[in-house]
């Protein structure tokens, strides 16, 4: 089946989206391109076992167009694009296949670039970049930017200290009460900051490895039995730092938070769930505007890494959540709403200084 076949041509508002298969490694790619109005598209790989095509399909068209929204919001040159290879990667991957696909992305010569998602992993990039240039994510020995985590935590906090400067009127969360969902990569650097910054900090892991480290490196920090726990405890701030979904028709009306800023992906579980929040006084920092430290930080790639330019970029996180959460509130919406409609102000406005010809 091919993208178009049960829909209206176009109707998923994507530029290309290109289905790539090599029989012999097994390879079966999709790489979705959204929109290339602010430059090449970038966006990682995810190496999953859909249960189908279909599945495989309506996953990168969804994450395709978030890419391009979070790297509008993030001041970057570049647009939204996303890959997903359909498959086992414990049974499947092989240097061959990523080889493959290596070849796939480099036949669209600069329109997409890939990185590391779900499945795929620094030492992938390295294979994939044997045979494409448009590829970041890479290991530093490669002169690639290392473990995204790090300013993902670092934008993440920024958007948090936006946050509680809007609701309590200081960007700090000294003296407020941070509730971490997920003490993993992300989860571990963000405790840190908060814990320097005088927050207070509960925290929950489904992995008892997890809760041990902070057991270890941050005693202070309160250990909750689970996110459940952890949405009914008595916290300033909820920090969906785990899995997508985090707020849903059950959680939400638990939630005693007032704000939310986390770094998972996909924090609403479904369209709608924006409002619930503005109803009851819960402010939503939008995941994709928060969270955008790590992209932020292997885009830094393509000019050559440097840590301190990408740290102030992610820094500027602050910045752009403050600047949604204001027009949130000028123009009567949920900053999920208002992050959206600034995203594709700059698509439209930046994209359309191309139709000024450079001879
Ligand atoms: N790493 C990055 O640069 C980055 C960038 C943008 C977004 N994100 C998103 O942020 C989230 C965290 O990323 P990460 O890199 O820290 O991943 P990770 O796998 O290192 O950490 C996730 C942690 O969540 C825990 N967890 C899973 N289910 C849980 C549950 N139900 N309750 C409590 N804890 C649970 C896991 O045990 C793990 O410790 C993910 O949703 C990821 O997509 C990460």
């Known amino acids: 089946?091919?993208?178009?076949?049960?829909?209206?041509?176009?109707?998923?508002?994507?530029?290309?989206?290109?289905?790539?298969?090599d029989k012999q490694t097994g390879l079966r790619a999709i790489i979705a391109i959204y929109s290339t109005a602010l430059g090449p598209a970038l966006g990682g790989t995810r190496?999953?076992?859909?249960?189908?095509?279909?599945?495989?399909?309506?996953?990168v068209l969804d994450l395709s167009r978030g890419m391009a929204y979070k790297n509008a919001l993030a001041g970057l040159d570049l647009g939204g694009g996303k890959a997903v290879i359909w498959g086992d990667p414990d049974r499947l991957k092989s240097e061959a296949l990523l080889r493959a696909y290596g070849r796939f992305v480099e036949s669209l010569r600069g329109r997409y670039y890939t990185a590391c998602d779900v499945g795929t992993y620094v030492a992938d990039m390295d294979v994939i970049a044997r045979e494409t240039r448009f590829v970041t994510g890479r290991s530093v020995e490669h002169g690639g930017a290392g473990d995204s985590s790090v300013l993902t935590a670092w934008g993440v906090f920024q958007g948090m200290r936006a946050a509680a400067e809007h609701v309590w009127g200081s960007p700090t969360l000294a003296g407020r009460t941070v509730g971490v969902a997920g003490l993993g990569k992300v989860g571990r650097h963000l405790t840190g900051h908060l814990i320097d910054d005088g927050a207070r900090v509960?925290?929950?892991?489904?992995?008892?490895?997890?809760?041990?480290?902070?057991?270890?490196?941050?005693?202070?920090?309160e250990l909750v039995p689970d996110a459940s726990a952890l949405i009914a405890a008595d916290i300033d701030v909820y920090a969906p730092c785990a899995l997508g979904g985090a707020l849903n028709d059950d959680t939400v009306?638990?939630?005693?938070?007032?704000?939310?800023?986390?770094?998972?992906?996909?924090?609403?579980?479904?369209?709608?769930?924006?409002k619930l929040l503005a109803e009851r006084g819960i402010l939503y920092a939008p995941d994709y505007?928060?969270?955008?430290?790590?992209?932020?930080?292997?885009?830094?790639?393509?000019?050559g890494f440097n840590f301190e330019r990408a740290k102030l970029r992610?820094?500027?996180?602050?910045?752009?959540?403050?600047?949604?959460?204001q027009l949130?509130?000028?123009?009567?919406?949920?900053?999920?709403?208002?992050?959206?409609?600034?995203?594709?102000?700059?698509?439209?406005?930046?994209?359309?200084?191309?139709t000024i010809l450079l001879p």
């Open 1 to 21: 089946m091919g993208v178009f076949a049960n829909d209206d041509p176009g109707s998923s508002g994507h530029e290309q989206v290109v289905f790539c298969q």
């Open 47 to 59: 190496f999953y076992p859909y249960a189908s095509e279909a599945e495989a399909l309506a996953d």
């Open 202 to 221: 509960v925290a929950t892991d489904v992995n008892p490895r997890a809760c041990e480290w902070a057991r270890q490196t941050y005693p202070q920090v």
């Open 253 to 274: 009306p638990a939630l005693r938070a007032k704000v939310v800023a986390g770094a998972a992906n996909n924090q609403l579980a479904h369209p709608g769930i924006e």
């Open 289 to 303: 505007v928060v969270n955008a430290g790590g992209v932020i930080q292997v885009a830094d790639e393509i000019d």
């Open 314 to 325: 992610a820094t500027r996180i602050y910045d752009t959540t403050r600047e949604i959460l």
């Open 328 to 354: 949130a509130d000028a123009e009567g919406v949920p900053p999920a709403v208002a992050a959206d409609r600034l995203a594709e102000r700059r698509m439209a406005d930046v994209g359309r200084l191309r």
